[in-house]
């Protein structure tokens, strides 16, 4: 579709864009003490670009602006996810101690920027829109980690992720670059054909081009031989900024590399099980199960030594790649399913963690875990709720996280008996994640005097803690409109034009 | 005279040398050498690709989109070390470890 | 096949070997050019007397006396006005492709192009009104904020600097 008739598919992008524009240009106007402003500005942008995105209902795949990108049910999902993670955080940052005394007006700005990218990666069916949405989002990334310029430990934050990430986007580009001179084409639709014609002899540049490709996804999304970044990032950079990379670009990291390797190794039927068949004598099924174990059991066994709430969740957030990325091998619609279905709750949960840390910090002025004692006592609401998000996370029920889990050992387990040893090994995990998750609920309630001073923190702070725990526990007991939601957004694989 | 090979042996031997630079050296820019050196061998690789291989104009498109991708990442890590220097006194990157218990 | 082997067969005016012929070509331009090079400093080695005193070993042996190391550090304002250059220069690269085909794709490529170059120019207008471009960075309007610490210097009493045009922000 050409350039023009294309513009009427990519409103809900056009909105953000136009956000990104209005939000610099009033930032320009702003003083350093109305810069704040700036976020009612994105904020409002972002309900717009919600409301386009809801009007927009795409029946099936419609490739736009020369066939670089793609309007369709599965990334218009994500793109909801991207909005409501972005809105989320950017009113977290305004709630935030850290962001105080810093000019912001560029914070908001950039993270509505972010968006675009994101919504790009969701998107594009074109190496160059792939290389080129990454980079934006790795590019802002970079600047948010390091924000707070006068922290030595943000400053520190931001080197190391401009070096791991500028490192792995240049071995992913390398591989990019073979995957080229195999196919002669940027076109997702078009490379999945080419290959499959490609003869056995080209199977060795075939797989190193993918184990580079897979190096700089696997930086973005934080799977295990790539993740040495995560957890000094995480703890370094700004909390709001933590709580967004590790949801949002995880999030897009994992569209794309649903999209990617599914559009690329596809044999044209639709999310049918001999997918990957077209690179025969590599056990792709086999690499991706083993990483996603080594993710899961690296990122939960690092996680119980944590002594700092951020890296816990840094460390945590990696044993969470590693459960969704168990659906990625099964090659189903419902391992695809089901990792989106666990995004989402992933989301709520991740989110309300680090809502409820940013609160502990501006009131208790820790990060410590072993600070937290007591608090459960000090202030019912916020044990109550830490419990709630701790719970979620390792996946009991009555919690959504449980559903979530579900979900994905159901599609293991539904998928053959080559995947019942991943599906143990995610268990065990969950058990030993249940170790350090509950450390912290011990500490707030077992730990320290129990001294009253009946804390509730301030209305925006509150209510954004109990909007990331209401669907917390509700999707834990009633799933079924999420889950159709997820459904209906699955088609969206097609084999070429 | 030069066919596609030469310039895939120079663009692998640039990857090395990158990927060499980026793995022994200490210093911040250093390292950022190194990786722009694998962003050009990826370029290199485009546009012999698309020059030779009888492809279209992809590749040369993909390799402008490169070159000014890097020039953006280039410009916002310089940024970032510099503010690492005007912080700690130092761009080295082994004694930015704040963050390391 | 060496190239010496090919070069002996210079006359032969063949496809296959052109490639090796210009290649040779070069390597005894190359070959030459080392030779010319080698020969006189290998002369002056053998020949010259050496006898090394601390003046003889000085950088300059009859001009002024070395002082300092020689990595200097330049002024942090290069490096931000050669970061905010690179950027602008490199977006560049888009026009000259549009600029060959323009005629064929007409006013809607112009209209792209000229939202391009409005977006730039935006952020032109961004680092302009942040003071980035100034070279003297208190009199600028954000003063007080992105470069705080260069005016709480220019404030003290104490200092006998000539006191900053303030402008209000």
Redesign the interface.
């Known amino acids: 579709m050409g350039?023009?008739q294309s513009i009427s598919y990519f409103l809900p992008e056009l909105m953000v864009i136009a956000t990104v524009?209005v939000a610099?240009?009033a930032?320009?106007v702003y003083?350093?003490r109305n810069s704040y402003k700036v976020g009612y500005l994105v904020i409002a942008g972002l309900v717009v670009a919600s409301f386009t995105l809801w009007l927009s209902l795409p029946e099936e795949t419609t490739p736009i602006f020369l066939n670089t990108i793609v309007v369709d049910p599965f990334s218009r999902i994500f793109k909801f996810v991207f909005l409501l993670a972005t809105f989320i955080v950017v009113l977290m940052s305004m709630n935030s101690d850290e962001l105080k005394g810093v000019?912001t007006g560029e914070y908001y700005t950039l993270m509505a920027a972010m968006v675009l990218g994101m919504s790009l990666m969701a998107s594009s069916v074109d190496?160059?829109m792939v290389?080129?949405s990454i980079?934006i989002v790795?590019?802002i990334s970079?600047?948010l980690a390091?924000y707070l310029?006068?922290?030595?430990?943000s400053?520190?934050?931001?080197?190391?992720y401009?070096?791991y990430g500028?490192?792995s986007?240049?071995?992913m580009?390398?591989g990019?670059?073979?995957l080229?001179?195999l196919t002669?084409?940027?076109k997702l639709f078009q490379l999945s054909g080419s290959i499959s014609s490609l003869g056995p002899g080209s199977n060795l540049t075939l797989t190193v081009s993918t184990i580079l490709m897979l190096a700089g996804f696997g930086y973005k999304v934080a799977i295990v031989p790539f993740h040495f970044w995560t957890?000094?990032v995480y703890?370094?950079a700004p909390t709001p900024v933590t709580a967004y990379l590790s949801v949002a670009p995880k999030a897009a990291g994992f569209a794309l590399l649903i999209r990617f390797f599914n559009t690329l190794f596809g044999t044209g039927q639709p999310l049918n099980s001999p997918v990957w068949q077209a690179m025969e004598g590599v056990p792709w099924q086999d690499i991706l199960m083993v990483l996603a174990a080594v993710t899961m059991t690296v990122g939960n066994l690092v996680a119980i030594q944590q002594?700092n709430i951020k890296r816990l969740l840094a460390y945590s957030s990696i044993a969470h790649a590693g459960y969704i990325l168990m659906g990625v091998p099964v090659l189903s619609q419902e391992g695809v399913y089901a990792i989106v279905f666990y995004i989402i709750v992933y989301l709520f949960m991740q989110l309300g963690a680090f809502s409820l840390a940013i609160v502990v910090s501006n009131r208790y002025g820790t990060e410590i875990i072993e600070e937290y004692s007591g608090i459960g006592w000090k202030s019912p609401y916020l044990g109550f709720f830490m419990a709630v998000f701790m719970f979620s996370l390792t996946g009991i029920p009555p919690t959504a996280g449980f559903i979530g889990k579900m979900y994905l050992f159901a599609a293991l387990i539904n998928g053959g008996s080559q995947f019942y040893w991943l599906a143990i090994i995610g268990v065990l995990n969950s058990v030993i994640s249940l170790y350090y998750y509950m450390r912290v609920v011990k500490v707030m309630y077992f730990q320290g005097g129990r001294e009253k001073d009946l804390y509730v923190p301030g209305g925006m702070s509150a209510a954004i803690v109990l909007a990331m725990a209401i669907p917390s526990i509700y999707f834990g007991v009633r799933w079924s409109f999420l889950a159709d939601w997820v459904n209906s957004s699955l088609k969206f694989f097609i084999a070429g034009f | 005279m030069v066919d596609l090979n030469t310039y895939?042996v120079i663009?692998a031997l640039l990857?090395s040398l990158?990927i060499f630079g980026?793995i022994t050296r200490r210093n911040?820019v250093a390292?950022?050498m190194?990786?722009e050196l694998?962003?050009n061998?990826?370029?290199v690789?485009?546009v012999a690709?698309a020059r030779f291989?009888?492809?279209?104009l992809?590749?040369h498109?993909?390799s402008l989109?490169?070159i000014i991708?890097a020039a953006?990442?280039a410009a916002?890590?310089l940024a970032?070390?510099l503010?690492?220097y005007n912080?700690?006194g130092t761009i080295n990157?082994d004694e930015?470890?704040?963050?390391?218990? | 096949m060496t190239i010496g082997v090919t070069i002996n067969s210079l006359p032969v005016i063949n496809s296959s070997t052109s490639m090796y012929r210009d290649f040779g070509t070069s390597f005894i331009f190359v070959l030459i050019g080392i030779i010319l090079v080698a020969v006189p400093l290998l002369l002056q080695r053998i020949l010259s007397p050496r006898r090394k005193t601390a003046e003889k070993m000085s950088t300059y042996e009859c001009g002024e006396d070395v002082e300092g190391p020689a990595w200097v550090k330049f002024n942090i304002r290069f490096y931000v006005i050669a970061l905010i250059f690179i950027i602008f220069d490199v977006e560049v690269v888009f026009l000259f492709p549009w600029a060959v085909v323009y005629k064929e794709l007409g006013l809607?490529a112009f209209v792209?192009m000229m939202i391009f170059l409005g977006?730039l120019a935006?952020g032109l207008?961004?680092v302009w009104?942040k003071g980035d471009l100034e070279w003297v960075k208190y009199s600028v309007p954000?003063g007080?904020?992105?470069y705080r610490k260069l005016t709480i210097i220019e404030e003290t009493p104490a200092s006998p600097a000539p006191a900053p045009q303030e402008t209000a922000?």
């Open positions: 350039n023009i524009v610099l240009i930032d320009l003083s350093d000019r190496l160059i290389y080129l980079e790795s590019i970079f600047i390091g310029r006068a922290q030595v430990r400053n520190e934050a931001a080197l190391k401009v070096i500028a490192f986007s240049g071995l580009l390398y990019l670059s073979l080229y001179g002669g084409t940027t957890p000094d703890e370094g002594k | 895939l663009g990857f990158g980026v911040g390292v950022l190194g990786v694998i962003l061998a990826a370029n690789n485009f690709f291989g009888g492809m279209d992809s590749g498109i993909f989109f490169v991708l953006a990442e916002v890590a970032i070390i503010n690492i912080n700690m990157i930015a470890d704040q963050l390391k218990q | 809607f792209e977006i935006l207008a961004y009104r954000y007080r904020g992105r922000a």
